[in-house]
């Protein structure tokens, strides 16, 4: 039988070929598919696949899917659309689809805000503070004015990375952060459970720290020292990481690394945990006190006002101390 016989085959017919009486339901006709079927399935030849594809078409005009198909088309086809989509189409969209466009509009107005905020408010300098604690921005931005800057936009995000110690997460947590690295902060704090698995959005502090040694030796070797982080060591705490969550493949886990192992400074790692608490940082990691790092970010706007902002931070620091 031709293609265009099947095309134009009633229901009637197609239960004739399948060797089925006008009233057979839908079990006796799906299990004379499967057995029809069962002889030309797992085999390569063409004549066995245009028999399969036979078979399949006339398995659905047998069972209805046929008609149900061209009817569901011609209604579709009289409804009328908005943007090439009937009613029922954008019910089914907007079931199907709400949290992804909640995550759209909460990243969007948070970038929109943050960009309002800066332009309009005029800041000289901002900073983000990503990782497992509690942020009192209120104390943070004090902690960051001194010398010219005097406005300085601080916002935060909580975000677990890892999760060894089984803490809460926020599910908006990833796209937060993504919007607020978006604004293009001079300055990042994190903490030493969470700054490895961000190795893009440093910037190597190595020639910073010189000039920090110069600008204000007293502070940064009594409350800080260096932090050192090589892409490799990223990709593979990152690696494994992915790896348990279950979100790359044993073959991923694998592959090759072509990643530096070059290490560059990323940071300033504040020595005593409580000063974090006083500029209102509160590491919220149950079994560390390793405290907070001090880095400056990848693409920062000014490189001079990064650097003035984290000398107000060591000397507020100090005089926390």
């Known amino acids: 039988m031709s293609s265009v016989d099947i095309e134009k085959m009633s229901k009637e017919e197609a239960l004739e070929y399948l060797g089925l009486p006008s009233d057979a339901n839908d079990f006796y006709i ?7 079927s069962k002889q030309y399935r797992g085999k390569n030849d063409k004549e066995s ?15 209805g899917r046929r008609d149900e198909a061209l009817r569901k088309a011609d209604e579709r086809a009289k409804a009328s659309k908005f943007l090439g989509k009937t009613k029922d189409e954008w019910k089914n969209y907007f079931a199907y689809s709400w949290l992804k466009i909640v995550v759209i509009i909460a ?3 948070c970038i929109g805000g943050i960009i309002f905020s800066m332009f309009t408010n005029r800041y000289d300098a901002s900073l983000v503070a990503f990782g497992h604690f509690e942020v009192d921005s209120s104390l943070l931005e004090d902690a960051c004015r001194g010398d010219s800057l005097n406005k300085v936009y601080v916002t935060s995000v909580n975000i677990v990375v890892p999760n060894e110690q089984k803490q809460s997460k926020n599910i908006y947590a990833d796209q937060t952060l993504s919007s607020q690295l978006n604004s293009y902060p001079n300055v990042l704090i994190t903490d030493t459970m969470t700054y490895k698995y961000y190795f893009g959005y440093y910037k190597d502090m190595t020639p910073v720290y010189e000039d920090l040694k110069i600008i204000a030796p007293a502070e940064l070797s009594m409350l800080t020292e260096p932090v050192y982080l090589s892409e490799l060591e990223a990709f593979l705490y990152t690696r494994n990481y992915y ?7 044993e073959e991923e886990y694998y592959g090759e690394k072509n990643h530096s192992p070059a290490q560059i ?6 020595k005593d945990t409580a000063l974090g608490e006083k500029i209102g940082v509160r590491d919220l990691w149950p079994d560390t006190e390793e405290g907070i790092i001090i880095s400056m970010f990848s693409d920062t706007s000014s490189v001079e006002d990064s ?3 984290i000398v107000n931070l060591l000397h507020n620091l100090s005089r926390s101390n």
Do not use: H, P
């Open 30 to 36: 799906d299990e004379k598919f499967w057995k029809l």
């Open 49 to 63: 696949e245009d028999k399969l594809s036979e078979l399949s078409a006339v398995y659905n005009i047998a069972c």
């Open 107 to 109: 990243v969007a107005l």
């Open 243 to 249: 790896y348990q969550q279950g979100l790359i493949t």
């Open 265 to 270: 400074m990323v940071g300033l790692r504040v």
């Open 307 to 309: 650097e003035k902002l």
